[in-house]
């Protein structure tokens, strides 16, 4: 293979550390401008300087707890979003499975229904699927945030496109060895379709833990809404403060980092395998 | 302990797709049959059948007479080794050996028992807290041996089992093979596209091509009674020389046309008679070994030129074309198995010896002109 000359990579790592900048930039502003007071916040948001808070300090993260109830929100998200990422592997998965491997009529129809469901945004159905969960008397539960969202178009695709490529080998040893079809799926297809299983849940999880219009649609109490909704509630509570925002925003981040880094193999793996991209 | 019958099996995947076409073949309990043939000839569809992982489209499967067309795989009580060995990578060895009995709902005491004797008897006691990645290949097929065997079925499948591992080690573990099925005597049904393997471990073999059986034997009459024309190229190694030819009576003697030159047929001859009477032979086989550079008697010289002399130690493969270099001849190649080595140069005009007896006769549709069946020969065991 051709090396590639010195300027050539010069040149790659120059476009890639300016494209890992921008990404990282806003997460750094919003980290030090958390622990800034609240004063200083916007006046030193222009310059590169102003990025090293002068007096690193905790208030804003105090705010952010006796201000709205943090940690109801927090629990709020983590209970809908687990929810619907673990059940949503499960019933994603076997959908996808059940396309890739299982004979059925209508098969062919159904799945490429699935896939033309994917370019269809949850703002092209919400106010029929509010009218819907009204009469249905949800509203303002938890059931209403989690339910609708379990089974997913692209997640269904991508266990069907994993299990596709499958080793059918492994199925057929083991039914030659006595399993039936459900007990082939999670003792032997599951277990090793790790990477999938984690890209899904990440992606899942990464959707719903930012989740806001539904939310903001279907729910009114504290009670049971999530933390994006939180982050919104300091607009309404003035005087506006950015230094509380951001605290609020980094952590509500950190559930999502602690999760990226706990699975990142697994994920890693999982876009190499599935075709995800972007 | 199981006798197999396939009773005109087809499996047509389509209107244009015939992977098997009216199979029939009987399978005596104990037996290990080998089937052999080129890519895409069926063989691999035959075990498929067999095991249930496929639906015949046409015919009857039996084993011990019982039709079992409509069982699942697990009902019919066999264990298959795959090419790929397909053993469960998240799993250990053990967990691999003991999978097929958890799925019988065996107590955890009688598996454990169980799985102990099969390591002990694939020599896998050192391996079995091991994951498959840490497994070397030889060591992979056995524990897949082991998993096939450790729920006592009573046909086993073998679909290429030794095609990912080195020659050497291939060598080796045919050998075990064949003692295995020795002691055990479970019937075995092994497919392979190499004809060594095919050769030295089935009682008999089955040729297959194109979705046909073309010929079953036992190996010595696949070799020297080859049914047809495809058998007879396909068995051997280098395979039978095969060339147009002309039978014709002259001045009360059978004389053969071959490659512009004329054979003297004696009526010590095997087949003779046949050939006399016949008018359909359009072919002729000779074994390479069959040609010597030496004249021995009974032997009827050829006219010959050499095209190229490979030496392989202990023989020696001369490719020559009948006829004499500056005359005009035909592009078939032949190929003689000399033994020792061979002192000619390439071009070089010879007489190439031919045993009469040794000459294969097959008629224009491709069949044997001599012998109509080998089935009558009991199989070694």
């Known amino acids: 293979m051709k090396r590639k000359s010195l300027l050539t990579t010069l040149l790659i790592y120059c476009a890639l550390v300016g494209l890992g900048l921008i990404f990282l930039v806003p997460i750094l502003i919003m980290l030090s401008g958390s622990l800034k007071i609240d004063t200083r916040v916007l006046i030193e948001a222009g310059s590169l300087a102003g990025l090293v808070p002068e007096q690193p300090s905790l208030e804003n993260y105090r705010d952010v707890s ?100 499958f080793p059918k080998e492994l199925e057929e040893a083991a039914r030659i060895d006595g399993a039936g079809p459900v007990r082939i799926f999670f003792s032997v297809v599951a277990p090793n379709a790790k990477p999938v299983f984690a890209t899904v849940a990440i992606l899942t999880f990464l959707t719903q833990w930012g989740s806001f219009l539904w939310p903001l649609l279907v729910t009114h109490s504290e009670a049971v809404r999530p933390l994006p909704l939180g982050i919104a509630a300091f607009y309404t509570l003035p005087p506006l403060q950015w230094g509380d925002i951001f605290a609020f925003g980094v952590m509500m981040i950190v559930p999502v980092l602690l999760l990226f880094m706990a699975f990142q193999r697994w994920f890693i793996r999982g876009v190499a395998t599935t075709g995800v991209k972007g | 302990m199981a006798a197999i019958a396939f009773n005109q099996v087809s499996k047509r995947y389509d209107e244009n797709t015939t992977a098997l076409n009216a199979l029939s073949l009987q399978i005596d309990d104990g037996e290990f049959i080998v089937l052999v043939g080129p890519s895409g000839c069926g063989k691999s569809t035959v075990l498929r059948l067999l095991a249930g992982l496929e639906q015949p489209s046409e015919g009857e499967i039996a084993i011990d007479d019982k039709v079992v067309n409509d069982l699942m795989p697990q009902q019919r009580n066999i264990a298959m080794v795959f090419q790929n060995y397909a053993l469960y990578p998240h799993m250990s060895v053990r967990d691999n050996l003991a999978f097929p009995l958890r799925m019988q709902r065996m107590g955890k005491q009688a598996i454990d028992t169980r799985v102990n004797e099969i390591a002990q008897l694939l020599d896998l006691a050192e391996l079995l807290q091991r994951r498959p990645k840490q497994l070397s290949g030889g060591q992979k097929q056995r524990v897949a041996m082991g998993r096939a065997l450790v729920r006592d079925p009573s046909v086993f499948l073998l679909d290429e089992p030794l095609s990912n591992l080195d020659a050497k080690l291939r060598s080796q573990i045919r050998a075990d093979i064949a003692q295995l099925q020795l002691r055990l005597r479970k019937t075995t049904i092994y497919v392979t596209h190499d004809q060594i393997e095919a050769m030295t471990l089935g009682h008999r073999v089955a040729v297959m091509n194109r979705g046909e059986l073309q010929q079953i034997g036992t190996p010595e009459q696949l070799y020297n009674r080859p049914q047809n024309i495809f058998v007879a190229g396909f068995i051997g190694n280098p395979g039978m020389n095969i060339a147009t030819t002309e039978v014709f009576a002259q001045n009360n003697d059978l004389h053969a046309a071959i490659c512009g030159q004329t054979l003297h047929l004696p009526s010590a001859v095997q087949g003779y008679n046949e050939l006399s009477q016949s008018e359909n032979v359009g072919y002729i086989g000779v074994r390479p070994e069959a040609f010597r550079l030496s004249k021995v008697d009974g032997c009827v010289a050829l006219k010959a030129y050499i095209a190229a002399v490979e030496y392989l130690g202990a023989e020696s493969l001369v490719y020559f074309h009948l006829s004499s270099h500056d005359q005009a001849h035909d592009n078939t190649t032949w190929i003689a198995r000399i033994n020792g080595h061979v002192d000619a140069t390439i071009d070089q005009n010879i007489e190439i010896f031919l045993d009469p007896g040794a000459i294969h006769w097959f008629n224009s549709d491709g069949s044997n002109a001599i012998f109509d069946t080998c089935q009558s020969v009991q199989p070694r065991r």
């Open chain 1, 66 to 165: 006796t201000r709205v109830p943090f940690i109801r929100y927090l629990v709020n998200s983590t209970l809908i979003t687990s929810s619907i990422v673990l059940t949503g592997l499960l019933v994603n998965s076997l959908a996808g499975y059940a396309f890739a491997r299982l004979q059925w009529p209508g098969r062919d129809a159904l799945l490429f229904t699935v896939i033309a469901l994917m370019i269809i945004p949850l703002e092209a159905i919400a106010v029929p699927l509010f009218y819907q969960v009204t009469l249905l008397g949800w509203r303002d539960t938890y059931l209403v945030q989690i339910l609708p969202f379990i089974a997913n178009a692209f997640s269904i695709y991508l266990f069907y496109s994993f299990f596709l490529d």
